[in-house]
């Protein structure tokens, strides 16, 4: 009985040491099982070449990548291949496959490397996992309604007041507008979302108040990360130098916000509020005012929710805007003949003057928003979207497994030459409406498209017809010679490689210091 006894003992340890192998490799491979189904599914794929480890991500840094699979994703087929950092996606460009991805709510997780812009974008809507997303969503959407939006119109025709006259100023001379048409929409944003007025506080140090308001400090470091695989890990990133600068910048963006929504709160509390609200339909209103009042009513969207979403909306709102702006300027400045199909619009809606434009006098501006709308599909600002498939996906002969990523690119599918001939140019008549309607409606997707598209897309529209006829009410804008293409570099956003150029030239009303009266 002993001699059995410690047989048994003896072999006991090795039996339970190869069970539990068995039992963590099984759980291991539950764990990965979508990754591997996607290794193998994309392995079996065509795209474009791609280097040990980091697959295609010294493509995307380089610039070539999106542009590239934009010209040449016919050679690859329906569905192309996009290797990552050791990690596999998938890239569409049809519309109906993009939408068979975008339109499911099944579809709404994002990838991993949107985690990458947490301490940039700050975690709202952007970046936000689907279940905080969905509450949140349904808290801001009525903020951003026609009836809430026309109360920011005098914020946005104010802002661009003092952007004309800025162009004014340079007449006759060649600028760069990138950095103009960026002041004016950081000027725009800190009124509408902080509510704090820039302008009336053009006679002060900007700079000395901007330091206090650290929303153009940051830095993006995804693609910085996505070529050191050894930085996607968060906790190794954060030791860099790199890292902790981005945690400083994340610390200083929340304390400046914190401060912010706590004054407000005071405001809003104080019993001379009363006056405001009796009068509400006829004040101005800020995104944090909104969000402050909610929290008292829900106070399941919390002060941190309120910052972090404050966050997002100065930061994202930034490089867009100004991109789509500044590149709709550009063009029209290198396009005369529409250049002047706006100006006898605005001509016709004004009558010659002076006044700012209301909510429906932007509405009828359909010539500029068709110009607006081309821009975008050339240059959308924002020139990828992604995605993780939650269940398997049918494109064509292929299944995409679930937890596959998916990589949408607007610049790409805005290219498809059966969807918009002659793709390369400028030809704003694509927007008519009797040619928007034949349009498949996932064919053009400057704000994404789904449930989870921009919750801002009618803020920005307004904001941008603000800023462009604002200008061209006063000057005729001009292509500078040799600097008449735009090079595109692919960032989170597009941006122009040396700047978009264009000649001011006042049209009339100028005093002689040079400001519109």
Same mark, same amino acid.
């Given at each position: 009985?002993?001699?059995?006894?410690?047989?048994?003992?003896?072999?006991?340890?090795?039996?339970?040491?190869?069970?539990?192998?068995?039992?963590?490799?099984?759980?291991?491979?539950?764990?990965?099982?979508?990754?591997?189904?996607?290794?193998?599914?994309?392995?079996?794929?065509?795209?474009?070449?791609?280097?040990?480890?980091?697959?295609?991500?010294?493509?995307?840094?380089?610039?070539?990548?999106?542009?590239?699979?934009?010209? %040449?994703?016919?050679?690859?087929?329906?569905?192309?291949?996009?290797?990552?950092?050791?990690?596999?996606?998938?890239?569409?460009?049809?519309?109906?496959?993009?939408?068979?991805?975008?339109?499911?709510?099944?579809?709404?997780?994002?990838?991993? /490397?949107?985690?990458?812009?947490?301490?940039?974008?700050?975690?709202?809507?952007?970046?936000?996992?689907?279940?905080?997303?969905?509450?949140?969503?349904?808290?801001?959407?009525?903020? /951003?309604?026609?009836?809430?939006?026309?109360?920011?119109?005098?914020?946005?025709?104010?802002?661009?007041?003092?952007?004309?006259?800025?162009?004014?100023?340079?007449?006759?001379?060649?600028? $760069?507008?990138?950095?103009?048409?960026?002041?004016?929409? &950081?000027?725009?944003?800190?009124?509408?979302?902080?509510?704090? $007025?820039?302008?009336?506080?053009?006679?002060?140090?900007?700079? !000395?108040?901007?330091?206090?308001?650290?929303?153009?400090?940051?830095?993006?470091?995804?693609?910085?990360?996505?070529?050191?695989?050894?930085?996607?890990?968060?906790?190794?990133?954060?030791?860099?130098?790199?890292?902790?600068?981005?945690?400083?910048?994340?610390?200083?963006? /929340?304390? !400046?916000?914190?401060?912010?929504?706590?004054?407000?709160?005071?405001?809003?509390?104080?019993?001379?509020?009363?006056?405001?609200?009796?009068?509400?339909?006829?004040?101005?209103?800020?995104?944090?005012?909104?969000?402050?009042?909610?929290?008292?009513?829900?106070?399941?969207?919390?002060?941190?929710?309120?910052?972090?979403?404050?966050?997002?909306?100065?930061?994202?709102?930034?490089?867009?805007?100004?991109?789509?702006?500044?590149?709709?300027?550009?063009?029209?400045? $290198?396009?005369?003949?529409?250049?002047?199909?706006?100006?006898? %619009?605005?001509?016709?809606?004004?009558?010659?003057?002076?006044?700012?434009?209301?909510?429906?006098?932007?509405?009828?501006?359909?010539?500029?928003?068709?110009?607006?709308?081309?821009?975008?599909?050339?240059?959308?600002?924002?020139?990828?979207?992604?995605?993780?498939?939650?269940?398997?996906?049918?494109?064509?002969?292929?299944?995409?497994?679930?937890?596959?990523?998916?990589?949408?690119?607007?610049?790409?599918?805005?290219?498809?030459?059966?969807?918009?001939?002659?793709?390369?140019?400028?030809?704003?008549?694509?927007?008519?409406?009797?040619?928007?309607?034949?349009?498949?409606? &996932?064919?053009?997707?400057?704000?994404? !498209?789904?449930?989870?598209?921009?919750?801002?897309?009618?803020?920005?529209?307004? %904001?941008?017809?603000?800023?462009?006829?604002?200008?061209?009410?006063?000057?005729?804008?001009?292509?500078?010679?040799?600097?008449? %293409?735009?090079?595109?570099?692919?960032?989170?956003?597009?941006?122009?490689?040396?700047?978009?150029?264009?000649?001011?030239?006042?049209?009339?009303?100028?005093?002689?210091?040079?400001?519109?009266?």
């Amino acid at each position: 009985m002993i001699v059995a006894t410690q047989q048994i003992w003896d072999q006991t340890p090795g039996g339970v040491w190869t069970y539990l192998v068995v039992l963590a490799s099984i759980y291991i491979l539950y764990i990965l099982k979508n990754y591997i189904r996607a290794v193998i599914f994309v392995s079996s794929l065509d795209g474009p070449k791609t280097v040990p480890i980091l697959g295609n991500a010294k493509c995307v840094l380089k610039d070539d990548l999106l542009y590239r699979l934009a010209h %040449e994703n016919q050679a690859y087929g329906r569905v192309v291949r996009v290797w990552l950092t050791g990690l596999p996606y998938v890239m569409l460009f049809e519309p109906d496959d993009i939408q068979t991805v975008l339109s499911s709510m099944k579809h709404t997780h994002k990838i991993f /490397f949107y985690k990458l812009l947490d301490n940039f974008l700050g975690k709202g809507l952007i970046t936000r996992d689907v279940e905080t997303w969905r509450t949140h969503r349904k808290f801001l959407q009525p903020a /951003f309604h026609l009836h809430i939006l026309e109360r920011f119109t005098i914020t946005f025709a104010e802002c661009a007041d003092h952007l004309m006259n800025n162009f004014v100023k340079k007449d006759n001379q060649e600028i $760069n507008i990138t950095s103009f048409v960026n002041d004016s929409v &950081y000027d725009i944003l800190s009124e509408t979302v902080l509510g704090i $007025n820039r302008g009336n506080r053009r006679g002060t140090d900007l700079a !000395a108040i901007d330091d206090d308001l650290p929303f153009r400090k940051g830095q993006i470091m995804l693609l910085y990360r996505m070529v050191r695989p050894w930085l996607l890990i968060d906790w190794i990133y954060r030791l860099t130098k790199h890292g902790k600068q981005e945690e400083k910048q994340r610390r200083d963006l /929340f304390d !400046a916000c914190f401060k912010m929504m706590k004054d407000k709160r005071k405001q809003l509390r104080n019993k001379d509020n009363v006056v405001r609200h009796e009068t509400q339909g006829t004040q101005k209103i800020s995104l944090l005012e909104y969000m402050v009042e909610m929290n008292e009513k829900n106070p399941c969207f919390t002060d941190e929710d309120i910052v972090e979403e404050c966050c997002t909306f100065m930061l994202a709102g930034q490089d867009s805007v100004g991109t789509a702006t500044a590149m709709t300027v550009f063009l029209l400045a $290198n396009h005369p003949e529409w250049q002047e199909k706006c100006i006898e %619009e605005l001509d016709a809606i004004f009558d010659g003057g002076t006044r700012l434009p209301t909510l429906k006098d932007l509405k009828e501006m359909r010539c500029l928003e068709m110009c607006i709308k081309e821009s975008l599909r050339l240059y959308p600002s924002v020139p990828i979207i992604a995605r993780i498939l939650g269940e398997d996906v049918k494109i064509g002969k292929h299944v995409i497994p679930a937890g596959c990523g998916v990589f949408m690119s607007p610049y790409g599918t805005h290219r498809l030459p059966h969807h918009f001939p002659d793709p390369e140019a400028f030809k704003p008549e694509r927007f008519s409406p009797e040619n928007s309607e034949k349009r498949h409606p &996932y064919a053009y997707l400057p704000f994404s !498209a789904g449930p989870r598209n921009c919750i801002g897309h009618k803020f920005a529209m307004l %904001e941008m017809k603000s800023m462009i006829s604002a200008i061209l009410r006063k000057c005729r804008l001009q292509s500078v010679p040799g600097k008449e %293409e735009v090079r595109a570099k692919f960032r989170m956003t597009i941006r122009a490689q040396g700047g978009l150029w264009v000649k001011v030239v006042a049209r009339d009303g100028k005093s002689k210091t040079g400001v519109v009266t």
